[in-house]
C-alpha cells in the first residue's frame, strides 16, 4: 500500500516485495525442507550449548562465556532472514512490512559487527590463556571478560543504528521490489531516487573497515600464539595448546572465509554473494555448536551430563 504526502512529488512506500533466491521456482519444497532442517538444528544446537555452559559449573570460564555470547548470537543470526524465507518458499508470502524491512537491516548488520568482535575477543581470550597462562585468571576477569562481551554489542548497536538510518532516510519512490531474498543495504538503495552516494560510502567503509580490522588483530593474536605453542617443549603441551584454538579458528574461517572469496574474487561476486549470504545466514550458525561440540571434550561432557539429568531426572 502506498500513500502520497501533500504536494511532494514522490510516493511513501509501507512495505516491500522479497523476491527470493533467484532461480528456485522449482526446487522451492526442497529448499523450505532442507532450511527448515538447517533452522531447527541451529535453535536447538545452540539452545544445547547454553544450557549444558550454564548447567556445569566447570564451565563458567571466560572462555565458555563468550562462547554463550555467539550461541546467543547464532540463534538471533539466524533468525533474522530464515522465517521469511521459509515464508516465502512456503506460501509465496514475499510482502514485508516497512518496519520489518528495517528491522532485517538493523539487526543484520547489529549481529554481523558484535559475532565479528567477538571473535576477535575470543582470540584475544586464548592469546591470553597460551602466551599468559599463569596471569590468565588476573587478567581475564570476570568484570573485564563483561566489558568485552558488553563493548561488542554496544558498538555494534551504534553500527547498526547509523547504517539503518542512512538507509531508511532514502527517499523510495521508484518501486517496493527488492530483488533479493531479504532486506539489506545495497539491494535498497537501487530502489532510492535520490543521490545514494553518503550511504555506500559509510557503508563499504562501515562493512569493509570493522571484518578486516578484526581479521587483522585475529592473524597477529595467532601469530602470537603459534611462536608461544612452538617454543612448548612437550609434544602434549603443544597439542593441548593447538587443540583449544582449533574450534575458534575454524568457525573463525567460516565467517571470513566466504567474505573474502567475495572481495578477491570480484568477477565472481555476483554469482556468489546470494550462496555465501545463505550460508552465512542459514548454515554457519548451525555449524558453530557442532564444531565447539565434536572438538571439545568439556562441552561433551557436560551435554551428556545434561542428556542424562533430562532423562532420569537426577539434580545437576
Not at 547489529?110 to 575477543?121: D, I, K
Given at each position: 500500500?502506498?500513500?502520497?504526502?501533500?504536494?511532494?512529488?514522490?510516493?511513501?512506500?509501507?512495505?516491500?516485495?522479497?523476491?527470493?533466491?533467484?532461480?528456485?521456482?522449482?526446487?522451492?519444497?526442497?529448499?523450505?525442507?532442507?532450511?527448515?532442517?538447517?533452522?531447527?538444528?541451529?535453535?536447538?544446537?545452540?539452545?544445547?550449548?547454553?544450557?549444558?555452559?550454564?548447567?556445569d559449573s566447570r564451565l563458567h570460564t571466560p572462555m565458555y562465556f563468550f562462547l554463550c555470547n555467539l550461541s546467543i548470537l547464532d540463534i538471533g543470526f539466524s533468525s533474522i532472514?530464515?522465517?521469511?524465507?521459509?515464508?516465502?518458499?512456503?506460501?509465496?508470502?514475499?510482502?514485508?512490512?516497512?518496519?520489518?524491512?528495517?528491522?532485517?537491516?538493523?539487526?543484520?548488520?547489529?549481529?554481523?559487527?558484535?559475532?565479528?568482535?567477538?571473535?576477535?575477543?575470543?582470540?584475544?581470550?586464548?592469546?591470553?590463556?597460551?602466551?599468559?597462562?599463569?596471569?590468565?585468571?588476573?587478567?581475564?576477569?570476570?568484570?573485564?571478560?563483561?566489558?568485552?562481551?558488553?563493548?561488542?554489542?554496544?558498538?555494534?548497536?551504534?553500527?547498526?543504528?547509523?547504517?539503518?538510518?542512512?538507509?531508511?532516510?532514502?527517499?523510495?519512490c521508484r518501486s517496493n521490489v527488492v530483488d533479493y531474498f531479504f532486506c539489506d543495504i545495497f539491494p535498497m538503495v537501487k530502489l532510492a531516487c535520490a543521490d545514494t552516494y553518503?550511504?555506500?560510502?559509510?557503508?563499504?567503509?562501515?562493512?569493509?573497515?570493522?571484518?578486516?580490522?578484526?581479521?587483522?588483530?585475529?592473524?597477529?593474536?595467532?601469530?602470537?600464539?603459534?611462536?608461544?605453542?612452538?617454543?612448548?617443549?612437550?609434544?602434549?603441551?603443544?597439542?593441548?595448546?593447538?587443540?583449544?584454538?582449533?574450534?575458534?579458528?575454524?568457525?573463525?574461517?567460516?565467517?571470513?572465509?566466504?567474505?573474502?572469496?567475495?572481495?578477491?574474487?570480484?568477477?565472481?561476486?555476483?554469482?556468489?554473494?546470494?550462496?555465501?549470504?545463505?550460508?552465512?545466514?542459514?548454515?554457519?550458525?548451525?555449524?558453530?555448536?557442532?564444531?565447539?561440540?565434536?572438538?571439545?571434550?568439556?562441552?561433551?561432557?557436560?551435554?551428556?551430563?545434561?542428556?542424562?539429568?533430562?532423562?532420569?531426572?537426577?539434580?545437576?
Amino acid at each position: 500500500m502506498r500513500s502520497h504526502v501533500g504536494l511532494v512529488n514522490h510516493t511513501v512506500l509501507t512495505h516491500f516485495i522479497l523476491l527470493g533466491i533467484p532461480n528456485t521456482d522449482s526446487l522451492q519444497i526442497i529448499l523450505f525442507i532442507i532450511f527448515l532442517i538447517f533452522y531447527l538444528c541451529t535453535l536447538l544446537g545452540n539452545l544445547l550449548i547454553l544450557l549444558a555452559i550454564l548447567a556445569d559449573s566447570r564451565l563458567h570460564t571466560p572462555m565458555y562465556f563468550f562462547l554463550c555470547n555467539l550461541s546467543i548470537l547464532d540463534i538471533g543470526f539466524s533468525s533474522i532472514s530464515t522465517p521469511k524465507m521459509l515464508a516465502n518458499l512456503w506460501v509465496q508470502s514475499r510482502v514485508i512490512s516497512l518496519g520489518g524491512c528495517m528491522s532485517q537491516v538493523f539487526f543484520y548488520h547489529f549481529l554481523g559487527s558484535t559475532e565479528c568482535l567477538l571473535y576477535t575477543v575470543m582470540a584475544y581470550d586464548r592469546y591470553v590463556a597460551i602466551c599468559h597462562p599463569l596471569r590468565y585468571l588476573i587478567i581475564m576477569k570476570w568484570r573485564v571478560c563483561a566489558m568485552l562481551a558488553a563493548s561488542t554489542w554496544i558498538t555494534s548497536s551504534f553500527h547498526a543504528t547509523i547504517l539503518t538510518s542512512l538507509t531508511f532516510t532514502l527517499p523510495y519512490c521508484r518501486s517496493n521490489v527488492v530483488d533479493y531474498f531479504f532486506c539489506d543495504i545495497f539491494p535498497m538503495v537501487k530502489l532510492a531516487c535520490a543521490d545514494t552516494y553518503i550511504i555506500e560510502t559509510v557503508s563499504f567503509t562501515n562493512i569493509g573497515m570493522v571484518p578486516m580490522t578484526c581479521f587483522l588483530l585475529i592473524l597477529l593474536s595467532y601469530i602470537r600464539i603459534i611462536y608461544s605453542i612452538l617454543k612448548i617443549n612437550s609434544a602434549e603441551g603443544r597439542r593441548k595448546a593447538a587443540s583449544t584454538c582449533a574450534s575458534h579458528l575454524t568457525v573463525v574461517t567460516l565467517f571470513f572465509g566466504p567474505c573474502a572469496l567475495i572481495y578477491t574474487q570480484p568477477q565472481l561476486s555476483k554469482v556468489l554473494v546470494t550462496p555465501v549470504q545463505i550460508f552465512g545466514n542459514v548454515v554457519a550458525p548451525m555449524l558453530n555448536p557442532v564444531i565447539y561440540t565434536l572438538r571439545n571434550k568439556e562441552v561433551k561432557a557436560a551435554l551428556r551430563k545434561l542428556t542424562k539429568v533430562q532423562v532420569t531426572g537426577e539434580q545437576p
